[in-house]
């Protein structure tokens, strides 16, 4: 693969570590920022050529990965293999050009790399795609990433990690007779904190820590005395937090063989800990969960808040069918979010774009009525009343007004959807409007 003036003058990679700076026939001139310092460099087209081809044949490898496959393979001086990162960078801006940013000649050099978000809740009301955002940012763009997701019964072991019992098989020989025998041995379990913070440490690539639901866990006990390591200066705490014991040991193995020439003696030895600047740690919060644990306003302090706002997404073009009709789902949204606004003061309980999945862009009837219906009757019309007698009466058969419950979206034996009670009850919903009292 040519990799000669692929790269120009001007182009910064996607993620503002990287902006090319000047170039000759052998060599790209490039700035770099990673973790809150500044450098220029002279990069060996020769030697990007590899790692151009390199991750080309390895695109899930990493940039310590790379150096230490090519180092000492070529004449070129092993020195230059130091700048691995900014190589691997590099190799990626060739390999996905698409992605890159193209600024003019003369603003190249003063490019401010953008703003690090290291903490970060995004939130908003169900379906909004909170998670999916996320993915976008990390998963898609083949970042390190460790998950866990908190819930009533999380706590700091399940966080960070402890000691749990485990089979070990052990030989024992007598009288000349070997036989095998499984003991119960109790080891240190690393959890999704933990292995995130390991890695980071052993390596130059962001590293995201992704806590999903994090306000259905009590933040306090989960993150214990850690929630002093939250407290960041150019990405590294500012506060270091001695590790316990049990931690401290499992550390001190885990770090040993780091290459890393940034980290102290104190934390490769684990008796520190110091959130290093290539690791972040982004959550995701429903609004509509009542959760048992607040989050407390210290700790909220600590991160940034990303709203995620309910849209639409034509791309997508959801339809509800009921029967053999079909309702575009994106208006039904906008109508119910409206009579629960009505109802609430709020948007914390309304439906996202994405509160239910559709199959080959069709959300079936028993989907809508398991999923939407639902979660209407038992978290919004539940807490807030059923006074709107326009949307919860109905017509039974022998013409008498009766009062529509949830069972009544089912037939008699509960088994199938009860199509006509379904549709009648949409067509409601999308007629719907504010009386002149609640207007007032």
């Known amino acids: 693969m040519n990799t000669e003036n692929k790269l120009r003058i001007g182009d910064v990679s996607d993620n503002g570590q990287i902006t090319i700076i000047d170039e000759d026939r052998l060599c790209y001139?490039?700035?770099?920022?990673?973790r809150g310092s500044v450098g220029l460099r002279t990069i060996s087209k020769a030697l990007l050529a590899e790692y151009v081809h390199y991750f080309a044949e390895y695109p899930g490898?990493?940039?310590?990965?790379a150096r230490e496959d090519l180092c000492g393979k070529t004449e070129i001086d092993r020195f230059e293999y130091g700048y691995t990162s900014t190589l691997a960078v590099m190799a990626k801006m060739v390999l996905n050009y698409a992605n890159v940013l193209h600024v003019s000649t003369e603003n190249a050099g003063i490019i401010k790399n953008k703003e690090q978000i290291y903490q970060?809740?995004?939130y908003g009301a169900p379906g909004t795609g909170k998670s999916n955002t996320i993915k976008k940012l990390v998963d898609e763009q083949n970042k390190i990433c460790h998950r866990t997701t908190f819930h009533p019964d999380s706590d700091y072991s399940t966080f960070v990690g402890a000691y749990k019992p485990t089979m070990k098989e052990s030989r024992i020989t007598k009288d000349g007779v070997t036989t095998k025998e499984e003991k119960i041995i109790y080891t240190f379990c690393p959890q999704a904190f933990t292995n995130a913070y390991v890695e980071a440490w052993k390596t130059e690539e962001e590293v995201f820590l992704v806590i999903e639901e994090i306000n259905r866990g009590n933040c306090a006990q989960i993150f214990g005395d850690l929630f002093q390591l939250l407290d960041r200066k150019n990405g590294v705490s500012e506060y270091p937090v001695e590790a316990d014991t049990d931690l401290q040991s499992y550390l001190q193995k885990a770090l040993a063989d780091t290459t890393r020439t940034?980290?102290?003696?104190?934390v490769k030895s684990g008796k520190k800990l110091i959130l290093p600047s290539n690791l972040y740690i982004w959550a995701t919060m429903n609004t509509s969960d009542q959760s048992l644990f607040p989050i407390d306003s210290a700790f909220k302090r600590r991160w940034e808040w990303k709203y995620i706002k309910i849209k639409n997404h034509p791309e997508e073009n959801y339809q509800i069918k009921i029967g053999e009709e079909q309702k575009d789902w994106w208006e039904f949204i906008k109508k119910i979010n409206e009579i629960i606004a009505s109802m609430t003061s709020s948007a914390d309980k309304q439906l996202g774009y994405f509160f239910c999945c559709a199959k080959d862009g069709v959300i079936d009837e028993e989907t809508f009525v398991s999923k939407v219906i639902f979660y209407l009757w038992n978290d919004v019309f539940k807490d807030y009343g059923?006074?709107?007698?326009s949307l919860f009466r109905y017509i039974d058969k022998e013409g008498a007004e009766q009062d529509l419950t949830f069972p009544d979206f089912y037939d008699e034996d509960g088994e199938k959807v009860n199509t006509e009670r379904l549709a009648d009850f949409v067509?409601?919903?999308m007629i719907w409007k504010r009386t002149n009292a609640e207007q007032d």
């Open 29 to 34: 001139l490039v700035k770099s920022e990673n």
């Open 262 to 266: 940034d980290i102290s003696e104190d």
């Open 427 to 429: 067509k409601k919903v």
């Open 386 to 389: 059923f006074e709107d007698a």
């Open 120 to 122: 970060q809740i995004f």
């Open 61 to 65: 490898s990493n940039a310590n990965k």
